[in-house]
Structure formats: C-alpha cells, structure tokens
C-alpha cells in the first residue's frame, strides 16, 4: 500500500528507481565525447582519472546517503543543508540547486537539438527548435503531473533505452580491443591527472538530483543508501569500461576522434550502423536525462515553497495525483525559456562552482549532524567514523581551488546577490507579520 508524507506526497519510489535515475542524471552526453579528451591529457593511462574520480565521487556520494538515510523531506541536498545550516544556508543551497538545473537542461536541450539536426536540419532554426523543446518539455510535464510513479516509470524506461547502444559498443568493442592499445609506458604527471579529473568530475555529476524526491521514497533508510550508491557504482562501471574499449580499439588515434570517439569506436567494430547508433544514442542520451531533471528539480522549488523561499502556489500539491504540479509546470516553463533564449550561456560558469558548493554543504551537513549524534541507530551509518566526510570534504575544497578565477568570481557574485534576496524576504516577512499584528 502507497504511503503519503506530511507534504502531501506519496512515497512511490524504490531502490530500482532511485538508482536508475542516478545513473540516467549522470550518464548524459559527456560520455559520447569524454574519452577522446581524457586521453588528450592522460593517453593510455586515461583510466586512472576515472578510477581516481570514480573514487572521490563516491566518498562524496557515501555522505549523501548517510544524512538521506535521516532527512527524509522532499529537497534532497537543499534539505540536508536547511536542516544543519539553518534558513539561510537553506535559501543558497536551495535557489542554487534548482537554478543550476535550469541551466543544465537548457545545455542539454540545445546539445540534443543540435546532434538530431544532422539528420533534421530544420532544428538548427529556431521556429522549429523552440517547438520541438515546447513538445519535449510539454510531455515531461505532463507524465510528472499525473504521478511520480508515471514520472519515474519513465525515467526506468529511458534509462534501460540509453544503455542499450552503450552495452553493443562494450561488447563488440571487447573482441575487437588490442591489448597493446592498453599497455602503459609511462605515468601522467600528479598535474595532467589533477586536469582531467577536473574535467572528469562533472561527468559523474548529476546523480545527487536523483534524491530530490526523498519525500517520495517509499522506505528512504533503506531506499537511499542502496539506490544511490548502486546506481553510482554503475556509473563508476561504465565509463571505466566505456573508455577501456575506446582506448583498446582505436589506441593512439583516440585523441584525434574529440568530436565523436564513441561514434569512431562502433564504426570501426560495426560499421556505418555503429556510428549511427551512436548519435542517435547520443541524443536520446540527453532526452533521457531532461526526462529526470523534469521528475528530480521541480522537488526542489516545491520545497523552497514550504519554507517561504518561493512563492507559496509553488508548494501546491495535485488534489488527484498528489503531485507538487505547479513547481513542476514552473520547473519546465524555465527550462523552455533558457533552452530557446541562448542566455543560459552566460550563466552556465556559475554552474559548476555552485554544484561544489552544494556538495560541500552536504558533506558538512553531514559531519555536524554526526557531532549532533543526530539520527536514530538504525539509520544508514557511514563506517570509520569521520574518515569518510573529512576526506569528502578535502576532495572537494581540491576542486574548488582548481576552478579558475572567473568561476570563483561569478560564484562570490552569485551568493551577494541571492544574500540581498534572502535580506529582503526577511524584510518583507517581518513587515507583513507586523502590520498583520496592528
């Protein structure tokens, strides 16, 4: 029987969608493109930046299921956040953690038009663009509005349809991989390493979104840890195997396919077909991924609502479906909006400081609420006490002081801004309460 949370929501969601949607959020894209430019900075030893990645995304990922395991609200990060931090780290976590999505799927959105106007070239003008993203984010909307089950169904679904080019590619890659594409004759420098894991790091970005629904999972102690990490884990597989087989085929002829090494790989395994296979697995790639953006961000907004932080009709909930249906009309409207306008491209430098700063809340969130001894003893708990969180923590202030200046800089302004925001809401809250007590 479906349970309701005291948001209104009903906890539909098990480990099974929980993981496919981690996978589906991270696997986007990048991966049709990535191995040729790690190995334009790693060569045959491109391996270790996933491996080294892999294994720091973890960490980080390992965090987030302890403190999900015991903040169990719909709002994922932005909910871990609010409750060690307070209201105001609450508010930056949480118009952060949306707005980056916005921008995210309006990159996607335009990447995917892009690659189907090989075939279609009308998508390259922008009449037909701005309908076909009406169309995309139309349907979205309306599967996640009759009911999370409905959404994540289709997530289920996308996700098994995305990794199916992906698998042939694995497979017919092997028996045609050389092992002395694979031989190492020497090691990367600790600064060409630090350059591609950089890179790397927003390739197995994406998934925490995936916990945005936790107000929506049927069992969240159990749920949250076994569905993140599961799916993470098969991240972690498939691109290390995903590049293994790019680099044992094509060997030093990798770095020169940076358009489209995957599409080069099952050319050269299975011909014409095989390239494209790829694109076409490329582009659903990225609906696939809009698909949970649309089930995931519009959580987020809806509980920025229930704090204050947004205007109240976003925390509204569907009398039917039980579905927070305005944040979620609201969500797709942005992401239209920033898909056609081109705008996000100026934006777009925030996103990745914002997301390490949001991961970094989260790791901290979770040492705090440990000092707290928060947390029944049989929630999800994280082994060897404060090890894992420090070196989560360490892992990410890494990346961070690797960001240029630029992106520092567009952060630091980002935060002033939303500050004043925040400044003005309490203003106006006392106000009203005020003038409401007269």
Request: a positive charge; aromatic letters at 12%.
């Amino acid at each position: 029987m479906t349970s309701t949370n005291n948001e209104g929501l009903r906890r539909e969601i098990g480990i099974l969608g929980l993981a496919a949607n981690t996978l589906n959020r991270t696997i986007g894209a990048g991966i049709f493109v990535l191995p040729a430019f790690v190995a334009s900075f790693l060569g045959e030893t491109s391996i270790l930046a996933y491996l080294f990645c892999g294994f720091l995304m973890m960490l980080i990922m390992l965090c987030f299921s302890e403190i999900g395991s015991k903040i169990t609200v719909t709002g994922g990060a932005y909910a871990y956040i609010h409750t060690a931090f307070g209201p105001y780290a609450g508010f930056l976590a949480n118009t952060m953690f949306w707005f980056v999505g916005v921008l995210a799927d309006a990159a996607i959105a335009n990447a995917m038009a892009d690659t189907l106007s090989i075939y279609l070239p009308m998508l390259s003008e922008l009449p037909f663009r701005a309908l076909f993203f009406l169309i995309v984010f139309g349907l979205f909307t309306y599967v996640n509005i009759l009911g999370v089950k409905h959404g994540d169904n289709i997530v289920k679904i996308n996700t098994l349809i995305k990794l199916v080019p992906l698998v042939i590619l694995i497979i017919t890659g092997f028996f045609s991989t050389s092992i002395d594409n694979l031989k190492w004759h020497s090691f990367p420098s600790i600064e060409k390493l630090g350059e591609a894991s950089l890179l790397l790091f927003f390739a197995f970005a994406g998934g925490e979104a995936s916990l945005n629904v936790s107000g929506e999972l049927k069992n969240p102690k159990k749920v949250v840890p076994l569905g993140i990490l599961s799916g993470m884990g098969a991240v972690v597989l498939f691109y290390i195997l995903i590049q293994t087989v790019s680099q044992g085929v094509l060997g030093a002829d990798l770095v020169n396919q940076s358009e489209a090494p995957l599409a080069a790989v099952a050319n050269q395994v299975i011909g014409q077909f095989g390239s494209t296979l790829m694109i076409a697995g490329a582009a659903f790639s990225m609906f696939a991924a809009l698909s949970g953006s649309v089930l995931s961000y519009p959580r987020v907004i809806f509980a920025g609502a229930n704090k204050g932080w947004m205007p109240k009709i976003m925390a509204k909930v569907h009398p039917k479906f039980a579905t927070p249906y305005i944040a979620i009309i609201t969500y797709a409207a942005l992401d239209f909006i920033f898909s056609i306008s081109g705008g996000f491209k100026e934006l777009a430098i925030i996103a990745s400081a914002s997301l390490l700063t949001v991961y970094l809340g989260v790791v901290l969130a979770t040492i705090k609420l440990r000092l707290n001894r928060d947390g029944k003893k049989d929630n999800f708990r994280l082994p060897a006490g404060f090890t894992i969180p420090i070196l989560a923590a360490i892992s990410i202030l890494w990346f961070l002081s690797n960001l240029s200046i630029k992106e520092i800089s567009s952060l630091a302004i980002f935060l002033v801004i939303l500050s004043v925001i925040y400044i003005l809401i309490i203003f106006f809250e006392k106000k009203k309460n005020k003038d409401s007590e007269i």
